[in-house]
């Protein structure tokens, strides 16, 4: 590692590399170097998601996340293609079960057409000719939905920014940020490196990078462990493509969902289950400090008082296999809890204000030589080319 480099970005997630790419491909003189403490690249959010190129057909117009999913789903698939990495443009289903979902499958449909996404409204034999197991009272196709080998992005992403120059370096882990003169001086476990400008990328631990800054960002992440399971395979055939659930407005999260992968795998899940440390991706995993550093933001006491209701369901549901099948047959009446085989779990880094809002949109923030990246939830992957040149962008701005 040198002593210095012009930016220095923490994080190898899908986010910290398609920055670095970013700021290569904008200022082809610029020294960057990532910094990651797992000994392999995309180990949290970005290797343990859903796989899904969202359409942006669920986001309020004007928002980060409409701007950057529509234009981010169409660049990432044209990625792909051009790179060879695994992906299909498949569609998808978001499915009424109930009376009351309709008005809100109604309302998603118009903000397709808003967005101008393919969307069409179908009936009940409709639904039954895309997907002949899944029962609903109607749907909405959504044409541009799809999947990708999102490990395998950032993994391209790191080697195309190596070969303009960058440096990524593993089991790196950044213990502690001073300011120096002309920047920042940043303390790892490789020892000292000297930035021009700081990006911190550091998804489920953005917060604390931000505080090691000296800046109180003014939301804590929260660890939302997202459980999976996967259809056995004599059962795969239950499911052609991509099926979701009409998602609540009040929560952040789109519902358990089956998912078509691109090996031919089919997905169900995630869950939203409050986890007991950031990386918590059992339910024995828990760590006191973090725990109690969770615990203590105002803004989780808040979140419990809203949300303890859904909560106590996703909690139910976690521990209960039966419970869990019994959700999922609502929309595929023919799957049994044999049917369901654990996979592994993922976990969101979802940012909440101290007044219990969680926070839905990108969140970036940052002074002086740092830019911050404090919420990037999903469609965060789908969405990491044009979000990366957006964090580029702030980041040389800085350094001018
Ligand atoms: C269950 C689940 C399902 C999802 N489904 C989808 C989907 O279908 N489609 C979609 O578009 N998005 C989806 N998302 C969202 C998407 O995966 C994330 O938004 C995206 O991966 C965020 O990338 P990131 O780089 O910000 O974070 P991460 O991938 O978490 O990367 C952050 C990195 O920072 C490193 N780090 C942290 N602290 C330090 C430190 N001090 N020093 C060095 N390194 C550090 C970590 O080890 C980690 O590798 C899903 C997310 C989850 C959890």
């Known amino acids: 590692m040198r ?24 200022a082809p003189g610029r020294s960057v170097a990532v910094l990651e403490k797992e000994p392999a690249l995309a180990r949290h959010q970005s290797g343990r998601n859903s796989g899904v190129i969202h359409s942006g057909i669920y986001y309020r117009p004007g928002s980060f996340k409409a701007r950057f999913a529509l234009r981010g789903a169409r660049e990432m698939v044209e990625f792909c293609a051009a790179h060879g990495i695994a992906h299909e ?25 808003q967005h101008g996404i393919p969307v069409r409204t179908l009936g009940v034999r ?45 089991g790196c882990e950044v213990l502690a940020l001073t300011r120096a003169p002309d920047g920042v001086m940043v303390h790892t476990t490789a020892g000292e490196v000297r930035a021009g400008v700081l990006v911190n990328c550091a998804g489920l631990h953005s917060d604390r990078v931000a505080r090691m800054a000296g800046d109180e960002p003014g939301v804590r992440i929260i660890p939302f462990r997202g459980e999976y399971y996967e259809l ?20 952040p999260f789109l519902g358990v969902h089956l998912t078509r992968d691109v090996h031919g795998g089919v997905h169900v899940g995630p869950n939203a289950v409050l986890a007991a440390a950031r990386e918590g991706y059992r339910w024995r995993d828990f760590r006191a400090r973090e725990a109690a550093d969770i615990a203590g933001w105002p803004g989780l006491r808040r979140v419990a008082r809203r949300h ?14 039966t419970a869990f099948t019994a959700a999922v047959r609502r929309m595929l009446p023919d799957v049994t809890r044999n049917d369901l085989v654990r996979a592994p779990a993922g976990v969101r880094a979802q940012a909440v204000r101290a007044d219990g809002t969680l ?42």
């Open 89 to 113: 443009v498949t569609g998808k289903l978001i499915v009424a079960t109930t009376a009351p979902e309709l008005p809100r499958l109604a309302d998603l449909a118009r903000r397709g057409e």
């Open 126 to 170: 409709e639904i039954a000719e895309h997907e002949p197991h899944v029962r609903g009272l109607a749907a909405v196709h959504v044409g541009t939905t799809g999947v990708a080998d999102y490990p395998a992005v950032a993994r391209r992403f790191a080697e195309l920014a190596a070969r303009d120059g960058a440096e990524v370096h593993l």
């Open 359 to 400: 926070v839905d949109d990108f969140l970036f923030t940052g002074a002086g030589p740092f830019v911050h990246v404090l919420n990037a939830p999903s469609p965060a992957a789908t969405a990491s080319l044009p979000i990366g040149r957006e964090i580029a962008a702030r980041a040389l701005r800085t350094l001018e």
């Open 232 to 251: 056995a395979e004599r059962s795969r055939g239950l499911v052609r493509n991509l099926v979701y659930p009409v998602p609540d407005p009040a929560f």
């Open 3 to 26: 002593s210095h480099y012009d930016v220095v970005v923490i994080g190898g997630g899908i986010i910290g590399l398609s920055t670095a790419y970013a700021v290569t491909r904008a």
């Open 308 to 321: 303890w209701r859904r909560e106590v369901g996703e909690l139910w549901r976690s521990a209960s296999k």
